[in-house]
């Protein structure tokens, strides 16, 4: 084991999936020579080569079209996207290309080794273009994965889950956390399965559901909520698409009441799809109406990002209103 | 001084521009009309059997493309896309490719899918749907692919592949194959953003890949006047610090030394080439469009007397390699040889239920397993409803 920041731990994983596999292929803008913006790729081109740690020109449609057109070839890319905001040039070729590939040929051909990585979410003074959690809008397109880790330990297991799954990932990392964010990582390889939920903390009075950056949010709201005498059980989503709706219904048939917390606007957010699907698997078993704690509907502010935010306080306050409802 | 880039630059001291329409890219063309070359024109080297076959595939693409379109207007497919007019293009190019050349088409392109050698029935299998369509019948007629022959299966949206074929030869560069990709797309999709975005990639990366650019004059309905200023796609290749050719398009031959010139410069140097190709739509967009409405006869008429395939018979002819009484019995039979693979395919059943759900990932996940049951339960109240799956739901 040894301490690292999310950003080790991702630099980590990258180093360890370039050596163990030759077809692991990483580039976006900055991510040569550079490092990448956020130094997530430091030093993987002086240690394999130019040819497998690129500079790309400044084109996320091109930095998609090219993982899509390599993948097609058998290789893995790992493609930089270098904020989460800047991948809508890149909407086509993911959504329509890479989420189709291998339905379309009827499995012909696959792109099934992308690994989109690209940093989101606020907190960070970004304003509007360096703040959006996008992952609804991926989430709504069948054929690929959508994952969000959030720490360091997860960020890594996970990473190496979605480089050798054999379907395209969109693994967004937050950014806030990148620095901030410490823990115990094994400095070996290890996969955390993608597709699963984790129960972080059990709980019987309510179950409050979050992931990625929000993650420590909510547990902050946790802890205020338990002072009071609620006992809450916790889950990180982890998954978005898939997302384990069985380990969420679990939960919520023992705790009988669900908040759902995410950072991207409330409106079409995929908090409401996890509401729908809940509502139907645990209707006899809730007590009060699923909560929704997100982001206002209003693009992400600069000057008000605190009061704009979902933040601990106002997860407390709806942990409150469905225990008291 | 210098650029940036440390190239060196010229300089000048009194301002004066360069036009827009300074830099005008040649035409190749070798073969005439009438058959003959053109004064100082020299053929490729091609032996009988392969000229003979780039023939024979521009036939049974013309053949082929009659017949479909016939059995589009009677109700028995939803759609088809000739390519008339264009058979050398997409024949010429295959033919000077290698066999393992990863050919990533936009849809009109089936003369070079049929020089790769995918089979009649193929072709049945995918233009209805059934169980027996590579493609599963996912995609609407003329969306074809294989792996087998290294035809990357069609996508719809417009330039696309661009980008990704550069991405594509990237890799075969990095494996070290002796390979290339060739990238097709028309006038009209060389507008998308993926055409700046793939060009610009596969220069700056050196991928050995050879853009063809089918210029035949016409997006849809909007004529290429309207699609952009000046004088043609080829020049814009330059700008990316890229070589670039121009060729007649029903010119098989100039074609075709075209490609093999693209293609041995792509992977010796590897570095892209681009190559456009000029040869007019005589046909429709597809079998939805109808021509008469942006353009006239007489247009079309001057087209039609550069009759690709005319022009390349004449050669084959004086070359001895072709008896021209030999070639009405070939169409005839053809005919007939298609008709009878559409009617078997077209009897061929559509594929399972279980082909809703395959194929979106590697694996179904849960949530996709468990909407197919819930569909199957559902079909299995109202089998009228469903003829095609209700029967063979297990």
Not at chain 1, 33 to 42: E, K, Q
Not at chain 1, 280 to 304: N, Q, W
Not at chain 2, 291 to 299: F, T
């Amino acid at each position: 084991m040894a301490k690292m920041n999310m950003l080790q731990a991702i630099n980590n994983a990258l180093d360890l999936a370039m050596a163990k596999d030759d077809s692991v292929v990483c580039f976006g803008e900055d991510v040569g020579h550079f490092g990448g913006v956020f130094r997530a790729t430091s030093k993987l081109q002086e240690k394999y080569g130019k040819a497998r740690c690129f500079n790309t020109p400044l084109t996320e449609q091109g930095i998609a079209g090219f993982a899509n057109g390599m993948a097609a070839q058998g290789m893995k890319p790992v493609a930089e996207i270098q904020f989460a905001d800047y991948i809508f040039p890149a909407f086509d070729q993911i959504v329509n290309e890479t989420a189709k590939f291998r339905y379309r040929s009827g499995n012909e051909f696959n792109v099934g080794g992308i690994v989109f990585r690209s940093p989101y979410g606020g907190g960070i003074a970004g304003g509007h273009y360096h703040s959006q959690s996008p992952e609804a809008y991926f989430a709504h397109t069948p054929g690929l994965k959508v994952v969000i880790p959030r720490d360091p330990y997860q960020a890594k297991g996970l990473l190496l889950a979605s480089i050798t799954c054999p379907d395209p990932v969109i693994f967004f990392e937050p950014k806030k956390l990148y620095r901030a964010s410490t823990g115990e990582v094994p400095e070996e390889y290890y996969e955390i399965e993608l597709g699963k939920a984790e129960v972080t903390q059990q709980g019987k009075d309510i179950t409050v559901l979050a992931w990625g950056a929000q993650m420590e949010i909510v547990q902050k709201a946790v802890e205020m909520a338990e002072k009071d005498g609620i006992s809450c059980e916790v889950i990180d989503l982890r998954s978005i698409l898939p997302w384990d709706a069985d380990t969420v219904a679990a939960s919520v048939k023992k705790t009988g009441r669900l908040l759902i917390n995410h950072e991207a606007p409330l409106t079409g957010g995929f908090a409401g799809e996890i509401a729908a699907t809940i509502q139907k698997m645990c209707f006899l078993h809730l007590e009060s109406p699923i909560e929704r704690v997100c982001g206002m509907d209003t693009p992400y502010p600069l000057a008000l990002e605190k009061e704009y935010v979902a933040d601990h306080l106002k997860t407390y306050e709806a942990i409150k209103r469905s225990v008291n409802f | 001084m210098t650029n940036p880039n440390n190239a060196t630059i010229t300089t000048v001291h009194t301002a004066e521009f360069t036009a827009g329409d300074a830099l005008k890219i040649p035409t190749l063309r070798i073969l005439r009309d009438d058959g003959s070359l053109y004064e100082g024109a020299v053929a490729p080297e091609l032996d009988k059997a392969t000229a003979i076959k780039m023939y024979d595939t521009m036939v049974f693409i013309r053949v082929l493309d009659e017949r479909m379109l016939a059995a589009q207007r009677q109700g028995r497919i939803s759609f088809y896309m000739q390519c008339l007019g264009e058979e050398a293009t997409t024949v010429g190019s295959a033919a000077a490719l290698a066999e393992q050349d990863m050919i990533m088409a936009q849809y009109r392109e089936q003369g070079a899918l049929r020089y790769r050698g995918f089979t009649l029935e193929q072709f049945m299998n995918q233009l209805f749907s059934n169980e027996k369509d590579l493609g599963k019948g996912r995609q609407m007629p003329v969306h074809y692919g294989s792996k087998d022959i290294y035809y990357m299966t069609i996508s719809s949206p417009l330039g696309t592949q661009i980008p990704q074929a550069s991405g594509y030869a990237y890799a075969q560069k990095l494996r070290g194959l002796a390979n290339t990709t060739i990238c097709y797309f028309g006038e009209g999709a060389a507008s998308e953003g993926d055409f700046h975005a793939g060009l610009n990639m596969a220069a700056v990366h050196k991928a050995p890949v050879i853009f063809f650019c089918r210029n035949n004059g016409y997006a849809i309905s909007t004529p290429a006047s309207e699609q952009f200023v000046g004088d043609g796609i080829a020049c814009r290749a330059v700008g990316y610090g890229m070589k670039a050719l121009r060729v007649d398009g029903a010119d098989i031959l100039a074609v075709y030394q075209a490609t093999k010139m693209a293609r041995d410069h792509a992977l010796k140097h590897n570095e892209p080439v681009l190559i456009e190709s000029i040869a007019y739509r005589l046909g429709a967009h597809s079998s939805s469009d109808d021509p008469s409405g942006y353009r006239s006869k007489e247009e079309e008429e001057k087209w039609r007397q550069n009759d690709p395939i005319a022009r390349f018979r004449l050669w084959l002819v004086e070359k001895g390699w072709l008896n021209d009484a030999d070639d009405k019995a070939t169409i005839e039979a053809l005919r007939t040889e298609i008709l009878d693979a559409l009617k078997v395919a077209e009897k061929v059943a559509k594929p399972g239920i279980e082909h809703l759900i395959s194929d979106v990932y590697a694996e179904p996940i849960p949530a996709l397993q468990q909407q197919l049951d819930e569909l199957k339960a559902h079909i299995r109240k109202y089998p009228d409803a469903y003829p095609v799956t209700a029967g063979r739901l297990d």
